[in-house]
């Protein structure tokens, strides 16, 4: 119930991914980066900028390069079973998540104990325990946890008169009615607190307000310097004295009643890698200055990073009468910032790898398919082509085309759209583009040549899983005006004909690579003189956040205007008004319309009908 209740949470505070914003997509940035190299949320934000500025780009552009690199959140199927294994192993904790770092972020600004809790709820729907989701630094449990091990655990292991009956009631009446509400007297340890609860989103704030005593100033030093992992000290020259804070004990892991270590001691403990550091620091101590380093130290079998900042007190000649300072543990911080150091190199590595798969992707694509500037002559046929690659960085697309005369003295029309992008969908797209030419020597019926393409999709995925494609072919019949075409899962041709366009009825036909032995049917319309036909791939007309039937009437719209403006010259015009690029994906636009000719008198009424059907 408990993993349930905290995937329903990350769930709520999930962002609609597809109109993320610059400044959601620098927020989920700056979440992995703090999850990965496990730092705060500030110093995550920091190295983001840095990065934004050493490679020359904005900040959102970066943003969007390290959530390709980093975003590995599990979907939400998975969130029961990781948050289940936190009873059987101390280390797993919930994975850092961007739709949980504001709310996280807010609680390491805050002093004390507070903590972000969904409710966990039995088969009934009533409250029985609360989770923690997010954590301040200064909350902990009896048994020693603190801030983030406490995530994914239920209150009750701990707390348990927390969610004793009548609290939880309370508890349900904040979340039931927005209210806030005060608990308490609870003690915790030595200590009573009064625990404040607020509905926050799907969960509750919680916040425990420390009643007074006569220790609750030490209490507030000492938690001061626990938190930021910082002690003090002195040492007087003068009588030998040296006196330590508590945390500078804690930092050293070293029993109080034991006292300061000696200097024998700490030489032994010292990494000598920082004996240079050591013995620039002490220059500089002799000369009145005050010192600030970071030194490493071996505690308990692991390497600790120990900042120093050192003054004295200086007698009339300059001679050190007291020696003041504080020692602050930056061993997490200084491993975040080595994690941080990897991960601009993994993007690094991966930003040039993708340079070069795009490149040579992109050189493959122009090899294979070459667009050409003007229209192609062909039997009683003009076609024009126009390639539009995705304006958003992402690697070359599948989309091809196919315009040929075959020896019947037909024409071959096709365009086709392989799913995926980079180097696999260019190859995959070059296989089946010269497949078409090789078996359009053999046969030019669109259906059967789709069928074709589909044993041979099928083939393809055996060796390169996933590979499927879309395609329509079209043959055209000058002597008749007949086009007849088929298609494979791709969007309908677009015919205009006395200045109105429309979209033809689909025949049947399943995407290639999906269905082996897949049949496919034949369609046949008359295509006559001053028709306009648009053969293209679906990044024409879909785009995001508008629906397939708006994209669709915004090309239709721009076929008429074009046909319109310019009459006799229809296909330059066209395919110079579609030119804006889809941001996701790439397009391939063929147009074509049918040369004035000699034709049989039964293709006349045909032609003669079409028009008036078409004008009434």
């Known amino acids: 119930m408990g993993s349930q209740a905290y995937a329903q949470a990350l769930s709520a505070l999930r962002p609609d991914e597809s109109s993320a914003s610059a400044p959601m997509r620098v927020e989920r940035a700056v979440g992995l980066l703090a999850g990965r190299a496990r730092c705060r949320l500030t110093e995550a934000h920091r190295h983001l900028l840095r990065m934004a500025d050493a490679q020359r780009c904005d900040v959102a552009e970066m943003a969007g390069r390290v959530i390709q690199l980093l975003d590995t959140v599990q979907e939400q199927t998975d969130l029961p079973e990781m948050i289940a294994t936190l009873g059987r192993s101390e280390d797993l904790r919930p994975r850092t998540t961007p739709w949980l770092t504001t709310v996280q972020g807010v609680l390491d600004a805050l002093h004390g104990m507070s903590g972000y809790f969904v409710p966990e709820r039995d088969d009934d729907g009533r409250l029985i325990d609360l989770v923690w989701a997010a954590a301040s630094p200064g909350a902990f449990t009896p048994d020693g946890r603190h801030g983030s091990q406490l995530l994914g655990m239920p209150v009750s292991r701990h707390y348990p008169r927390l969610t004793a009956a009548e609290r939880c009631e309370a508890y349900q009446r904040v979340l039931d009615t927005g209210e806030p509400a005060a608990l308490g007297p609870l003690r915790v340890g030595d200590n009573e607190y009064t625990v404040r609860a607020r509905p926050l989103g799907p969960g509750l704030l919680l916040a ?25 000290g002195e040492w007087d020259l003068v009588s030998g004295e040296i006196y330590w804070s508590p945390q500078i004990y804690r930092i050293y892991e070293r029993e109080p009643s034991l006292g300061p270590i000696s200097q024998e001691e700490a030489e032994l403990i010292a990494v000598a890698d920082d004996q240079p550091l050591r013995f620039a620091a002490l220059d500089a101590f002799r000369c009145a200055e005050r010192v600030d380093l970071i030194t490493r130290v071996r505690i308990g079998g692991r390497v600790k990073h120990l900042r120093t900042v050192a003054d004295a007190v200086r007698d009339a000649d300059g001679r050190p009468l007291r020696l003041y300072g504080i020692v602050q543990d930056v061993t997490d911080q200084q491993a975040g910032a080595e994690r941080l150091a990897e991960v601009e190199h993994q993007l690094d590595e991966q930003r040039r790898t993708l340079a070069a798969e795009h490149e040579f992707a992109a050189l493959l694509q122009r090899i294979i398919l070459p667009i050409p500037e003007e229209p192609i002559e062909l039997p009683g046929l003009k076609a024009a082509v126009r390639y539009l690659p995705a304006a958003g960085d992402v690697a070359v697309g599948g989309d091809w085309y196919h315009a040929a005369a075959l020896r019947d003295g037909s024409v071959l029309l096709a365009v086709g759209d392989v799913a995926g992008h980079g180097t696999p969908a260019a190859t995959t797209m070059a296989q089946l583009r010269h497949a078409l030419r090789a078996l359009s020597v053999i046969t030019g019926d669109p259906a059967a040549l789709l069928g074709h393409l589909n044993r041979l999709t099928c083939e393809l995925e055996l060796q390169t899983p996933e590979v499927t494609s879309t395609a329509v072919i079209a043959r055209y019949d000058p002597a008749r005006r007949e086009l007849v075409w088929a298609q494979a899962g791709h969007p309908p041709p677009m015919l205009n004909r006395a200045g109105r366009t429309r979209t033809l009825s689909r025949p049947q036909g399943h995407i290639l690579g999906v269905v082996d032995g897949a049949t496919y049917t ?72 049918p040369l004035p000719g000699p034709s049989s008198p039964e293709v006349g009424r045909i032609g003669q009908l079409a028009r008036g059907t078409a004008t009434g």
């Open 522 to 593: 034949n369609a046949v319309t008359c295509f006559l003189p001053g028709d306009v036909l648009l053969l293209y791939t679906d990044g024409l007309v879909e785009h995001r956040g508008k629906s397939l039937d708006t994209g669709l009437d915004a090309v239709m719209a721009t076929v008429d205007e074009a046909v319109r403006a310019a009459p006799l010259r229809p296909l330059a015009e066209l395919v110079a008004r579609l030119r804006r690029a889809n941001p996701d994906d790439d397009t391939c636009i063929l147009a074509a319309r």
């Open 208 to 232: 425990w307000d420390r009643r007074d005593n006569p220790g609750r100033e030490r209490d507030r030093l000492d938690g001061m310097e626990e938190l930021g992992k910082l002690g003090w």
